[in-house]
């Protein structure tokens, strides 16, 4: 059981915090006023990064910063895919980390790749009030933003979440496994 918050609605404040990434904040803000069931494209890099992880590697990552270690920013689910918000300047510092901890040598089913958005990129953030509705198209915050200044976490805390989920998911043993085509005797029951 995750210990991870059950905030799946931005705050005025979180509001006025996701505006403050785009160029025109007071008109991002009226629009969400106007339509709060929309969402939005938003800029990366001003006010927050953004990576972008799948659904299920994504939770056991978002799962991973919520009970071992120190919580996480605003997380939303888009379109299959797991969106935490990271502090600027992540998307630029996380891939040579990775690199570094031999990223890709590993299986890549348990270790999928990260998509980094940083400056110059855009993501499709959650409408203010996303719920469960099926109008909002499987677009929703697991963790919305609510306060002005949210705590977002750095590049060496992303990928600390990343590698424990994926040692998470990686079952080492230190049997060979089996030969598929051995014949099995039960000698279990010897008279």
Do not use: N
């Not at 071992?68 to 605003?74: A, E, I, K, R, T």
């Amino acid at each position: 059981m995750s210990s991870t918050p059950h905030v799946t609605r931005a705050t005025s404040e979180g509001a006025a915090w996701l505006a403050s990434a785009g160029a025109y904040p007071r008109s991002t803000l009226a629009l969400w006023r106007e339509r709060p069931d929309a969402p939005l494209v938003l800029p990366c890099g001003t006010a927050f990064d953004v990576i972008s992880a799948p659904a299920v590697f994504g939770r056991r990552m978002l799962d991973r910063l919520w009970d071992d270690g120190p919580g996480s920013g605003p997380v939303a689910a888009v379109r299959g895919r797991t969106l935490l918000f990271a502090a600027p300047g992540t998307a630029q510092r996380l891939p040579s980390l990775m690199a570094w901890e031999e990223w890709g040598s590993q299986r890549a089913d348990a270790v999928p790749s990260l998509l980094c958005h940083g400056t110059g990129d855009a993501v499709t953030v959650p409408a203010l009030d996303s719920g469960d509705s099926p109008a909002t198209g499987g677009c929703r915050w697991l963790v919305a933003p609510d306060t002005r200044h949210p705590w977002l976490p750095g590049p060496e805390v992303v990928l600390w979440a990343a590698v424990r989920a994926a040692r998470a998911a990686v079952r080492i043993s230190i049997f060979p496994p089996a030969d598929q085509d051995a014949k099995v005797y039960d000698v279990s029951r010897r008279r």
